[in-house]
């Protein structure tokens, strides 16, 4: 008798494929979130940068002025530093707009990782009732091989029985 055919196998594989493609989809967005971390610590650094740069242009403006320089170059030195604050706040516009991204990816990771938890725990459902289902079919082949022996016992016992041999096993 061929061995028995796991009936729910397809879905056993299924449940497989989406555990995996679970899994891959987990570890994108945890990637993506990575990314979007480093690229907003970036944006961070070069904001401060260009502090830096302001501090650096006022005090420079300071020392011309406090060494008596001419009013256009006075002038020069303002817009440079009308023009960092500019950047300064375009930057801060970009990093707040990147942490929005960071905010969204932690948010994708969340659910990547529930939709990840769901399928494992499907798919370990999925595993456990074929496990007890070839543990239930050992048992009844099992069963089946001890009737068919008591059977075969019962059948050679009756043969000698009637041919009126003695029983090896009586006194």
């Known amino acids: 008798m061929p061995p028995q055919r796991y009936r729910l196998q397809a879905l056993l594989v299924i449940k497989e ?23 907003e610590k970036e944006l961070i650094e070069e904001k401060e940068k260009i502090i830096k740069k302001w501090h650096a242009a006022r005090t420079e403006m300071r020392r011309e002025m406090d060494r008596g320089a001419v009013v256009g170059e006075g002038n020069v030195h303002v817009n440079y530093l009308r023009k960092l604050k500019e950047d300064e706040e375009k930057k801060q516009k970009e990093i707040d707009e990147q942490h929005e991204v960071v905010l969204e990816a932690e948010e994708a990771v969340v659910s990547a990782r529930k ?20 543990k239930k079919v050992k048992e009844e082949l099992s069963k089946k091989e001890e009737r068919e022996f008591d059977e075969l016992g019962n059948t050679i016992h009756q043969l000698k029985k009637w041919k009126g041999e003695k029983s090896a096993f009586t006194l």
């Open 17 to 39: 494929r989406e555990k995996n493609r679970a899994a891959t989809l987990l570890a994108r967005a945890i990637i993506a979130l990575q990314e979007a971390r480093k690229k």
């Open 115 to 134: 939709d990840y938890i769901e399928a494992a725990k499907e798919h370990q459902v999925m595993m456990k009732h074929k496990e007890l289902w070839q």
